[in-house]
């Protein structure tokens, strides 16, 4: 079984910052590619940032600068640091993992970010 867990979500004014972390378990973490998502009420679903097996990331356009993704293969950890919070942040953030020769994703239960003065 493969298990993704989220946490550090919480509610910050705009301009502040929030550290999310995510634990995966039941598998070989350092072959995974590993992403954050979000989803906003009533809006699609967005890949926020990816961080791949060689350590390479990207970032969409709307967090480029702001926001970092790092990983620890000891700990079997991937973290989203979000600087300079704005409203539009706001939303269910989830935790991805996939793996190069998988058939299909494995989520979080998702960590709630509200962004708001």
């Known amino acids: 079984q493969v298990l993704v867990e989220e946490s550090g979500g919480g509610l910050v004014q705009p301009g502040g910052s929030l550290r999310l972390s995510c634990t995966t378990s039941g598998s070989i973490f350092s072959v995974a590619i590993m992403s954050w998502y979000r989803q906003a ?27 970092t993704i790092s990983r620890d293969n000891t700990k079997r950890s991937v973290y989203l640091q979000m600087n300079s919070l704005k409203p539009e942040d706001t939303a269910v953030y989830y935790c991805n993992q996939r793996f190069r020769y998988g058939t299909r994703d494995w989520w979080g239960q998702g960590t709630q970010v509200t962004v708001s003065s």
């Open 41 to 67: 009420p009533r809006k699609q679903r967005e890949v926020v940032a990816t961080i791949d097996r060689d350590g390479s990331t990207n970032y969409t356009l709307s967090v480029k600068g702001r926001f």
